[in-house]
Nanobody, 115 residues
Framework: QVQLVESGGGLVQAGGSLRLSCASS????????MGWYRQAPGNQRELVAS???????NYADSVKGRFTISRDNAKNTVYLQMNSLKPEDTAVYYC?????????WGQGTQVTVSS
């Protein structure tokens, strides 16, 4: 079992920045990948960004150039730096860990961007 705890969400004006953190209860060194997903009301959950064990990254087109995912294996933590935030970035953001064939989720953190 793995517990993932997100933090860093909140209310920010358009153009502002936030940094989300996802702390794992286990070492993330051997995880296949970790990622951030988001879900806005009435929408499906969508991938925002992911980073694999080799630190290769993948981003949704809507956040490329604005968001950066990174990992700190020593702290068992993954981060999502979000810059130039837009109202359409408003959603609950979830941390995900893929370990072999299993997926684990955090409880989510709300990000609200006001116009």
């Amino acid at each position: 079992q793995v517990q993932l705890v997100e933090s860093g969400g909140g209310l920010v004006q358009a153009g502002g920045s936030l940094r989300l953190s996802c702390a794992s209860s286990r070492s993330i060194f051997s995880f296949n990948s970790m990622g951030w997903y988001r879900q806005a009301p009435g929408n499906q959950r969508e991938l925002v960004a992911s980073i694999n064990s080799g630190s290769s990254t993948n981003y949704a087109d809507s956040v490329k150039g604005r968001f950066t995912i990174s990992r700190d294996n020593a702290k068992n933590t993954v981060y999502l730096q979000m810059n130039s935030l837009k109202p359409e970035d408003t959603a609950v953001y979830y941390c995900n860990a893929e370990i072999i064939v299993y997926n684990y989720w955090g409880q989510g953190t709300q990000v609200t961007v006001s116009s």
